[in-house]
């Protein structure tokens, strides 16, 4: 079997799919994309596949290596998010041409359903009790929301006040076991970041995310020590390499590489036994679409470490296009009392509507980030 053609296709709401073709009539896909980057994500992965045309599509780990290490340049956002799509259709062509699951192919499933958790807020949280009661009522025992706006290095405390307001009124409303997770999305810097961990412990959260960006990782061992909350990170880091560090630190309670943003499949599994033998969680990232969340799951199904799994239905930034869109068969994805089953279909396991991707493909998207900027005009961290 040889590759014979890679397309890639920037499609609403934010999002950019990859297509590799072969010889033998079997196509895999992947999900190649940064948010907010997808069209230079196209470019490089148009770049790689000057390297993959041709060239057998079984020999995963060969490609992964010449990938990364072949172009002396390596690492970053852009270049794994590449990688992670390309890879992600490799292992898709992989399963269908042996009629196998991935999962089947990294050793078998270890799990049938994982538990998953819906985000509520916004970019700007607001009215949360009302939206995580909704979240109940859909099936769901976990959510997540942004913990806070804008907020400086040192800042009022009434912004400290507001966060546990809402944080109270979702405790209060689903309960003492429900799961709540609380993403400070790198807008808390250290001053602030320990106060706030601190203030929220009473809560019992199930984790605090990004309570510092990854940059500052030496911080988490001032953080770890103002609280027990568990601390989850890594959507920002890309590699085994830049999980390294985070990891011998020890401050780390969960990780949260992305499959489309952390080299893929291959990258990932190695990543979450990395994490494993520290005895960290993992709780892969994914607010992204259906062929993401398709290869999260692979991976959550092999992955002991694996407790949770992010997904975007009906998340704020899906506007026009949804997680089911781009599926031939919505029900693949068997949402039922806040798990997701894990697909059992070949590659990994779901059917792109591909005329619905070329139809979507000639709309396209310039999705960006909102730029924020603090009270005296300054940027201010999204």
Known sequence: MKITAIETFIVPPRWCFVKISTDEGISGWGE????????????????????????????????????????????????????????????????????????????????????????????????????????????FTAVKMNATEELQFIDSHAKIDAVLARVQAIREAMGPDFGIGIDFHGRVHRPMAKQLAKELEPFNLMFIEEPVLSEHAEVLREIANHCATPIALGERLYSRWDFKEVLAGGFVDIIQPD????????????????????????????????IALAANLQLDAVCYNA??????????????????????????????????????????????????????????????????????GSFAEW
């Open 307 to 376: 407790f949770i799994q992010e997904q975007s239905l009906g998340i704020h930034y899906n506007q026009g296009s949804d997680l089911l869109d781009y599926l031939i068969d919505p029900k693949v994805f068997a949402y039922q009392d806040g798990y997701v089953a894990i697909p059992q279909g070949p590659g990994l396991g779901i059917e792109v509507n591909e005329d619905k991707v070329r139809q979507a493909a000639a709309e396209g998207h310039r999705w960006r980030n909102p730029i924020w900027r603090h009270a005296d």
């Open 32 to 139: 190649p994309v940064l948010e907010g980057r997808a069209a230079t994500v196209a470019a490089c992965v148009e770049e790689l596949s000057d390297y993959l045309i041709g060239k057998d599509p079984g020999h995963i780990q060969d490609h992964w290596t010449v990938m990364y290490r072949g172009g002396f340049y390596r690492g970053g956002g852009i270049h794994m998010s590449a990688i992670a799509g390309i890879d992600q259709a490799l292992w898709d062509i992989k399963g269908r041409a042996l009629g196998v699951p991935v999962h089947a192919l990294l050793g078998g499933q270890q799990r049938d359903r994982i538990r998953v958790y819906s985000w509520i807020g916004g970019d700007r949280p607001g009215d949360t009790a009302n939206m995580a009661r909704e979240c109940g009522e859909r099936g």
């Open 259 to 290: 499959p489309s943003h952390s080299g893929g499949i291959t990258e990932t599994f190695k990543i979450a036994a990395m994490a494993e033998a520290h005895d960290v969680a993992l709780a892969l990232h994914c607010p992204l679409g259906p």
